[in-house]
């Protein structure tokens, strides 16, 4: 019953910008801490930010720090990941996740309790 969707993956040439959604359903979403992975061919599933359910607090990887920007909308159920200044190396399928809320953020995939099915995106040089 919990569902996690995302949409507004595509193709951006290097250096634009892309707005990526995840509409949550099935859980109560302001208690849960959501995030942003990645999973480009033949490489692992990549942390990429998370926000906390409590606080709002975000947290990135270093690869897109500065560049990617993580918000919520609790009356939507909805995260969001706009990602500016894009990259060839951003290229990835972007998956959102959700995890009860803990003291402690995580970064870890394998903390995180649900998955919505990825969105690819393709950035061009």
């Known amino acids: 019953q919990v569902h996690l969707v995302e949409s507004g993956g595509g193709l951006v040439q290097a250096g634009g910008s892309l707005r990526l959604s995840c509409a949550a359903s099935?859980?109560?979403?302001?208690?849960?801490?959501m995030g942003w992975f990645r999973r480009a061919p033949g490489k692992e599933r990549e942390f990429v930010a998370a926000?906390?359910?409590?606080?709002?607090?975000?947290f990135y990887a270093d690869s897109v720090k500065g560049r990617f920007t993580i918000s919520r909308d609790n009356a939507k159920n909805t995260v969001y990941l706009q990602m500016n200044s894009v990259k060839p190396e951003d290229t990835a399928v972007y998956y959102c996740?959700?995890?009860?809320?803990?003291?402690?953020?995580?970064?870890?995939?394998?903390?995180?309790?649900?998955w919505g099915q990825g969105t690819q995106v393709t950035v061009s040089s």
């Open positions: 926000i906390r359910g409590s606080s709002g607090s975000t």
């Open positions: 996740a959700a995890r009860g809320s803990s003291w402690y953020a995580s970064m870890g995939d394998r903390d995180y309790d649900y």
């Open positions: 099935g859980l109560t979403f302001s208690s849960f801490d």
